[in-house]
């Protein structure tokens, strides 16, 4: 067919355009600022008014004028906002301005191929399941735009059917291309749309932790590959997820050593190694992280964690760290050495930093750890006394503590007496340190609620914890959390077990689905869900080269370069004759009409009921037999004398457009009841 590029738009066009807008640009809102919000919707109203016919469109002076401006202002702004939060703004102002002035077919594929390239820029920062699925009933949509102008049909449900089509056609190619194609990863990563930032920060005072407890979002999930195929993992007392560790404190503050910070920003260039230790498969763990956006770059795993993906490093903290800021979901594989001894000889330097204390800072807990010191001169029992002396004391786990002032320690300690993971970690370490002691604070996640249904473990920000790490000569360094002292169903059964998540989590997530937690059926509903949410997410986001190599094992055996390449081309080929078929290049008889065929498939099933009928007869001489010859199915009778009605007018009366449409429409509905209806009697 010609493109005819001058031509005007038709009204279902301009419908599907009213459509379409709002379903490209809604997924970007987050990036879009209040004010291109605004002139979006000054177009999409205006455009409104042009299909009803109220107002004519703006002119070409006004819209340029606009354009100008907006592209003025956003370099204004850019600084502000960020460089690619403006460039996304300017191309959803071009978009919805094009929207507005567009007069002819060219204007419209113009719009159309935007759109597009709108959706593909979505995708890459949203591509959760339900996301993924939003985008591609919005590709339906836009291609509807396409077929209206292409297909001479005034019938909505037409051009979306066949838009369906085109979309579901192209999905074998995109299926096969998705699983051949080599991985790519870095070619993928996004840079940051999002400012803001979730979770662990690098700093931690006293009151950090808690604000993440009132925190019901994601954090990452864990699925675990165990020798024998179970899917738990260590009990939940074990499950110390170690993101971050603070070594500097200033009386106030937590924060990581700019050694380790040095570290992380040559990254990139120069990888720090981390000797892996010799164990046997009773020694290790196995498992699969899917964190969820931070936009940070620290990661998530069990003492002493590693992994082979290219994008992560091991810091000598024995942490993990991304190159790259975790933008989107992403999953990458950790073994984890749980016995083994993590720095069996100490550095003079480290030493000296995980000793120091700030000046004049917390003298009665001074006093309290010297005391220790001399009661207990043998650095093991020492540091048992002081977490046995959280549990002797009245010491309390609340997530509302009261205020300290300069001294926040001895406040706590001799004062208050009332705090959370944060107060007792803290106050063990400085502990640790005045008694000589090398001590240091860690942060990070403790426990996960396991979902039976997937086998995974999810870590939500209200798990955040942090925990303390003595170092001891010959058993390197330690890990001793004062909370299971004061709280110990906390550590052993989880943050639910101690605390009302009304009052904590849930006190700001009025929709959050860990509502449904108190009521069985309604759980086990979203662990369904969320199973769904995580197959998604470890067979669609996570088929790195590693998965895709088990796949085409799975099919081809040995891979090789040959065999892949013949893999491709029988799939292209049974693709091709897929659509072809489809498409009725394949069909021999193509000139039957539709209309005849159906009537006479009914007439053929009839027949089979004993009713046949006789050669030149009309449709509505053999409704009358059928009518005399069924009257035991008197339903059946008065239906086919009804179809036959609808085809002798659809046959042989003049009808406009739309009569044909309304007489084709019931002349369907009854044929799938008869032929439906024929079958079961």
């Known amino acids: 067919m010609k493109d005819n590029f001058d031509a005007i738009i038709s009204r279902n066009t301009l419908f599907w355009l009213l459509i379409t807008n709002v379903a490209v640009l809604s997924p970007l809102y987050e990036q879009a600022t209040l004010w291109s919000i605004g002139i979006c919707a000054i177009c999409f109203v205006w455009r409104i008014g042009i299909y009803l016919g109220k107002v004519a469109a703006p002119p070409k002076f006004l819209v340029t004028s606009l354009a100008i401006g907006a592209a003025i202002t956003l370099a204004l702004v850019s600084t502000e906002i960020g460089l690619l939060k403006a460039l996304i703004n300017l191309l959803i102002l071009g978009y919805a301005l094009k929207y507005i002035e567009m007069r002819e077919q060219r204007d419209v594929k113009a719009i159309v191929l935007v759109g597009y390239f709108l959706i593909a820029l979505t995708l890459l920062d949203q591509q959760g399941m339900l996301n993924t699925l939003h985008l591609l009933v919005v590709v339906i949509i836009n291609t509807g735009i396409l077929v209206s102008v292409y297909q001479d049909k005034s019938n909505k449900l037409a051009n979306l059917s066949f838009s369906v089509k085109l979309v579901l056609h192209s999905l074998p190619l995109a299926i096969l291309l998705f699983v051949v194609f080599p991985r790519l990863g870095p070619l993928w990563m996004v840079p940051n749309m999002k400012s803001a930032t979730t979770g662990l920060s690098d700093e931690m005072s006293f009151g950090d932790i808690n604000k993440l407890t009132r925190s019901a979002e994601l954090a990452f999930r864990v699925g675990f590959d165990n020798p024998d195929g179970s899917t738990t ?5 074990d499950l110390y997820w170690r993101t971050l560790v603070m070594e500097n404190y200033d009386g106030k503050t937590w924060r990581q050593d700019p050694s380790i910070k040095d570290l992380q920003r040559q990254a990139f260039f120069q990888k720090p190694q981390r000797d892996r230790p010799i164990a046997s498969a009773q020694n ?19 003492d002493e964690a590693f992994s082979e993906n290219s994008q992560i490093v091991e810091l000598p903290d024995y942490t993990l760290y991304s190159l790259r800021p975790i933008d989107q979901r992403i999953s990458y594989r950790v073994t984890s050495y749980p016995n083994n001894v993590m720095e069996l000889t100490l550095k003079d330097n480290t030493k000296k930093l995980n000793l120091a204390l700030p000046a004049n800072s917390n003298p009665k807990t001074h006093a309290l750890a010297k005391k220790f010191t001399q009661d207990y001169p043998e650095p093991q029992a020492r540091i048992n006394a002081m977490m046995n002396y959280f549990a002797e004391q009245a010491y309390y786990y609340t997530l509302s503590p009261p205020t300290v002032g300069e001294q926040q320690i001895d406040d706590f300690l001799f004062d208050n007496r009332a705090g959370f993971c944060a107060h007792y970690a803290s106050a063990l370490v400085f502990m640790a340190r005045s008694s000589g002691l090398p001590a240091r604070m ?15 473990y999810s870590v939500y920000q209200y798990m955040a914890h942090a925990w303390t790490e003595v170092w001891l000569e010959g058993k390197g360094w330690q890990r001793f959390d004062p909370t299971a002292m004061i709280a110990p169903q906390r550590i052993l059964d989880g943050f ?3 605390f009302d998540s009304q009052s904590s989590y849930l006190q700001d997530s009025p929709f959050s689905p860990l509502r449904m937690k108190q009521y069985t059926w309604l759980n086990e509903l979203r662990q369904q869900i969320s199973s769904l949410d995580y197959y998604w997410s470890v067979w669609v986001l996570g088929f790195d080269e590693e998965r895709k190599q088990q796949v ?12 892949i390449a013949l893999m491709m081309i029988l799939s292209f080929i049974v693709i091709a004759l897929i659509i072809g078929y489809y498409a009725g290049l394949f069909n021999i008889d193509n000139t039957e009409d539709p209309l005849n065929k159906r009537y006479n498939l009914i007439c053929q099933r009839l027949a089979k009921k004993g009713v046949p009928r006789p050669q030149g007869q009309t449709p509505s001489d053999y409704a009358k037999t059928v009518e005399a010859k069924l009257q035991q199915h008197p339903a059946i009778a008065t239906k086919f004398m009804a179809l036959s009605d609808e085809f002798m007018v659809l046959k042989y009366q003049p009808l406009s457009a739309e009569q044909t449409q309304q007489h ?15 079958l079961r009697s």
């Open 233 to 237: 993992g260590p009990a939940n007392q």
């Open 284 to 302: 290790k763990i196995e498992y699969v992280v899917i964190s969820e956006p931070s936009h940070q770059k620290w990661l998530y795993g069990l």
């Open 442 to 456: 860690v942060t990070g996640y403790q426990g996960g609620e396991y979902n039976p249904q997937a086998g995974y």
């Open 496 to 498: 639910d077990a101690t």
């Open 552 to 563: 085409l094992s799975k099919l081809l055996g040995d891979v090789t370069s040959s065999k």
């Open 664 to 678: 084709m429409k019931q002349f369907m509905r009854l044929y799938r009841l008869l032929r439906l209806r024929l």
